[in-house]
């Protein structure tokens, strides 16, 4: 019986220890994240070997497992820039990244847990300040804005390319022009929209001039070929064909053959 404390407290050391060892040795990676490998005693961080994926893992209980999300994410990002005549210009963008999954453990030794806001940000205020900087305020406010977002997302890109991160997207969501600029180039797009609209009517206008003449030039050749054709004894082959036709009808008349001018017949009245 008194040795039963002796051989017991060993076992619960053990047990102790041994629960002590399985919580330090096991690490769970969530979904949409993975996990690099620092090895202690084993050359620090794992480059040549994928990254841990998603769901539990046995580690050394000297080893550190540091998690990153490899999921699609957003950052976004406010700016000042100049236009090409030294206009300050207020940019809001936003990218849509990940990190590359191959090369995660190459981007942690490398770059560190916060590489957005040593690499990426950075990365789109340069392009974003060399992109805009080609363009005046107007083009900015209307035509370009698809073309500018699609520059900055290409110079963007071929930079972090080399950063081991991927970059999906660069969305240009609101460009800021100062009150005074915004109003003239609005006051400026408003006399060309009225501008167009005048020529549109004047257009219209001499379009619906040149039909009613072309219609006024048919009718009076239409009328000079009736003219030409119509003789004196087609006149009065009509005329005799119209007074047949109403000597047929039920009222009573008096038709003298023969009276009228150029001998046409004549009809009276009812009797």
């Keep these: 019986m008194e040795k039963l404390p002796k051989i017991g407290l060993p076992i619960l050391i053990i047990i102790v220890l041994t629960i002590v060892f399985i919580s330090k040795s096991t690490e769970t990676i969530g979904s949409g994240e993975a996990g690099v490998l620092y090895k202690t005693f084993g050359g620090g961080v794992v480059t040549d070997e994928p990254p841990l994926g998603e769901g539990f893992h046995l580690v050394l209980p000297w080893d550190k497992v540091i998690v990153y ?24 963008a936003s990218a849509w990244f990940q990190p590359e999954y191959e090369k995660l453990g190459l981007l942690h030794q490398e770059k560190g847990e916060n590489y957005v806001q ?11 300040r060399s992109v ?11 035509s370009k804005r698809d073309v500018i977002q699609k520059e900055i997302f290409e110079e963007t890109k071929k930079i972090v390319g080399n950063e081991y991160i ?8 609101d460009v800021t022009l100062p009150p005074t600029i915004k109003e003239a180039i609005e006051r400026k797009l408003k006399q060309e929209q009225e501008s167009l609209e005048y020529e549109f009517k004047l257009t219209k206008a001499q379009k619906e001039a040149e039909r009613q003449k072309i219609d006024a030039e048919g009718k009076a050749i239409a009328n000079q070929i009736l003219s030409a054709s119509l003789t004196d004894k087609i006149l009065k082959e009509k005329g005799i064909q119209a007074t047949l036709e109403l000597a047929k009808s039920s009222n009573s008349k008096v038709v003298i053959v ?14």
């Design 258 to 271: 023969g009276s009228g001018k150029d001998g046409m017949p004549l009809i009276l009245g009812n009797q």
């Design 118 to 128: 040593r690499i990426l940000l950075p990365t789109i205020r340069s392009a974003a």
């Design 166 to 173: 991927q970059l999906n997207e660069v969305l240009v969501r």
């Design 69 to 92: 999300e490899v999921r699609q994410q957003e950052v976004f990002e406010k700016m000042q820039v100049l236009s090409s005549n030294g206009l300050e210009i207020k940019l809001d």
């Design 132 to 142: 805009v900087g080609r363009y005046t305020p107007e083009q900015l406010y209307s």
